[in-house]
């Protein structure tokens, strides 16, 4: 894990081996920003000058690079954009601030030292900048450069992360300014455990090692887990679940993971969906969109990364992780469309399509967890391609039983920078899912498919119990080339909103 430091070293007088400034982008040209004052000295204050020559422009996430002058003491200077200049009074955006870090960060691979000369002008701003620069300063290199049997190297190591950052302008004595380092580490850090689990090959990553590191995680935290796997599945009658992952030769596993604490008022349940492989089953899915379905357990991955993270963080409400694990295969054991499942509620589901197999794995997740009757339940899955269409790659919908609980999720995603849109559950959808069969069907209308899907899920929330259902599909598995503090690859989406949800109803600022 990349190390983080305050520092209060002048930017002049701090050895690394590279300094990151940021630079906005003014009505008359690039414009050093707040932090970098020593630097700009450095540069006869002609810094913004320099930057304006070499074509810099302080737009997001530009990077220009320079070679340090007399009076530094780094060989290197990195100017990053943050962006439109703030209006008179206003600072900068603590997302601009955060995206910012993250690109300079990973700019910087293979660095090991660099200080960051950013804005910071109180503790949110220490969390923004120390967050962006943790989460760009990421790499998943578990399977790149090592050597085979014949004594050859496969493909070249590639570079590793920055291994040290250093914010300068924070003070280290700050209580404030010491606990927004110290939570942005914790938050960072589950983070990027949760892009590793996305990003590691389902061959390696099944249901049980899966089940086994939230286990292994558990035992060193000291907090409860229990791990049903299908003698246990088939004994208590999650037919959802087992449903789903029959047809695999890893078999599936129900995972729940239990921090409490002393203080507590509120309990929480997150249910992630974790489908360690889809290949839709019998309704195989088409080629070109089985290469990425390792992500299809980020849920799982999310929400096992909030609780380990809300445990460390010490947090007074209790939280419950419950991952849903299966892999979705085709085999001769397989669920096959037309097939009715009894679900771990008593409901009974005819399967239509074996690809809509995470509202399945979720139903039986969602039962169980309401039989403890939380305070609030929230689910977090990437279970429809139809949310991608609706809101894009990098927004997640927010689906509810209660209009005022989505609000307050899309603002608590909206303040840790995490896209979303809240959806609406329209009951006239409903009626779609009736099955002359079963109780339900697992599919309904096409169109608006990613509500039919909450819908559904709504269907196996106890009675009384506030729920929420993000769908993650869009902004789980980055595919494109990286920007800010998003990598290529597993991103650890609704990790941040998930935290700061337990972070509110502990100190009872919900609303």
């Known amino acids: 894990m990349t190390a983080l430091t305050l520092s209060t070293a002048g930017a002049a007088t701090l050895r690394a081996d590279a300094l990151v400034v940021g630079v906005a982008k003014g009505p008359k040209g690039p414009v050093v920003a707040a932090g970098a004052e020593a630097v700009d000295k450095a540069f006869d204050g002609k810094l913004a000058t320099v930057l304006d020559a070499l074509g810099a422009s302080g737009a997001e996430g530009e990077i220009t690079k320079l070679p340090a002058p007399d009076g530094l003491k780094v060989p290197v200077v990195l100017a990053v954009g943050l962006g439109a200049v703030p209006e008179k009074d206003e600072s900068y955006d603590e997302e601009a601030l955060r995206r910012a870090a993250g690109a300079a960060s990973r700019a910087l691979n293979g660095t090991k030292k660099a200080a960051f000369a950013l804005p910071l002008e109180d503790a949110s701003a220490v969390t923004a900048v120390a967050e962006g620069a943790l989460l760009g300063a990421y790499a998943f290199t578990a399977y790149q450069g090592g050597e085979n049997k014949t004594g050859k190297s496969g493909k070249e190591a590639p570079k590793g992360p920055l291994a040290e950052v250093v914010l300068l302008g924070a003070k280290p004595r700050d209580k404030e300014h010491k606990a927004a380092a110290e939570r942005a580490k914790i938050v960072a850090n589950e983070v990027n455990i949760a892009r590793d689990l996305i990003n ?289 690859g597993g991103t650890g989406s609704a990790v941040r909103t998930l935290v700061r949800l337990a972070e509110r109803t502990a100190t009872g600022d919900l609303g």
Request: glycine share 12%; net charge negative; hydrophobic share 40%.
């Open 200 to 488: 590691t090959p389902p061959n390696d990553l099944t249901p049980e090692a899966f089940a086994a590191v939230a286990q292994t995680t558990a035992k060193e935290l000291g907090i409860k887990v229990q791990v049903l796997d299908e003698k246990a599945l088939v004994k208590g009658g999650f037919g959802g679940i087992m449903g789903v992952g029959k047809g695999s030769e890893n078999p599936p596993r129900l995972v729940k993971i239990a921090y409490t604490h002393p203080k507590a008022e509120k309990t929480l349940a997150f249910v992630g969906k974790g489908i360690t492989y889809d290949s839709g089953g019998i309704s195989l899915k088409p080629a070109g969109h089985n290469e990425t379905m390792k992500c299809d357990m980020s849920g799982a991955a999310a929400v096992f990364a909030s609780v380990v993270a809300v445990a460390k963080l010490g947090l007074a409400v209790n939280v419950t992780g419950w991952l849903a694990l299966a892999e979705n295969m085709p085999s001769g054991s397989a669920t096959r469309p037309g097939d009715v499942l009894r679900m771990y509620s008593g409901k009974t589901v005819e399967v239509l399509n074996t690809d809509a197999e995470g509202r399945l794995v979720l139903g039986d997740a969602l039962t169980r967890a309401s039989e403890e009757n939380p305070d609030a339940i929230v689910d977090v899955a990437t279970l429809t391609g139809a949310m991608v269409l609706a809101l894009g790659n990098r927004t997640f919908g927010i689906m509810a039983n209660d209009d005022a609980f989505r609000t307050s999720i899309h603002e608590i995603a909206e303040e840790v920078g995490e896209a979303s849109w809240p959806m609406p559950l329209p009951a006239d959808l409903r009626k779609g899912m009736d099955s002359p069969t079963a109780d339900i069907a697992n599919m309904g209308e096409r169109m608006g498919g990613g509500l039919v899907a909450g819908l559904f899920l709504q269907e196996f929330v106890g009675e009384g119990i506030t729920w929420a259902h993000l769908d993650i599909a869009g902004p789980a598995f980055h595919e494109g080339a990286p920007y800010g503090y998003t990598p290529k």
